[in-house]
């Protein structure tokens, strides 16, 4: 189990992204608030390198990554009910139906997020696949561990307290719709 007052020097909030990328957006987080700690998890090699880069010019100190399967680090490194907020942007989207299963955003996955954040924590999700939204709106309604308190479909003109993401401009350049919601954590 991670320690995070060890692993980040201090004690702030914890927003953990999970398949941050190419880490774009996550720096652009992790700099405009100093207050909180980011914790990234990304299994693509290229991505995590590019992150490190970006953090590096960036300067910041609350930033950490793990290279490693998001499932597998919520099940055995983050200790229950130790984060502040959760953000999925842009998901693999597993396309074909015969995937469907392979897509990260299931109802048990949604009841492994709940159980990890705090008491007033946040999930935050935002896809561009239409399919996926319908996927992800059925499971939401299906789940009793979230209540969705925003959810917004736009052309990447209205991003719900995030910053635009590198797949959220190409799924733009391809004509699609963006979708986001908030959702916390039932009481
Ligand atoms: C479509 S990309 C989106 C990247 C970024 N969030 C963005 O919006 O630009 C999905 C990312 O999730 C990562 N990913 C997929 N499954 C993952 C998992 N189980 N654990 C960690 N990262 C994962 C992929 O490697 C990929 O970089």
């Excluded at 700099?31 to 910041?60: K, S, W």
Aim: negative net charge.
């Amino acid at each position: 189990m991670l320690d995070f007052e060890a692993l980040f020097e201090r004690r702030a909030p914890v927003v953990l992204e999970i398949g941050f990328g190419n880490g774009e957006t996550l720096v652009q987080q992790a700099a405009e608030n100093p207050d909180l700690d980011y914790l990234g998890i990304e299994v693509h090699e290229p991505g995590l390198g590019h992150c490190l880069i970006a953090a590096r010019d960036a300067g910041i100190s609350n930033l950490r990554l793990i290279a490693a399967d998001a499932v597998d680090v919520l099940l055995q490194q983050l200790p229950p009910a130790s984060l502040r907020r959760i953000n999925i942007y842009f998901p693999d989207p597993w396309p074909k139906k015969r995937h469907h299963k392979r897509r990260i955003l299931q109802l048990p996955f949604l009841d492994l997020c709940a159980d990890r954040l705090e008491a007033s924590g946040s999930l935050h999700i935002a896809t561009d696949w239409a399919n996926y939204a319908e996927h992800i709106e059925e499971i939401l309604a299906a789940s009793d561990r979230f209540v969705c308190s925003s959810r917004r479909e736009h052309d990447g003109d209205h991003p719900l307290d995030r910053p635009v993401t590198k797949f959220e401009r190409r799924g733009l350049r391809k004509g699609h719709r963006i979708w986001d919601w908030r959702c916390d954590k039932a009481v």
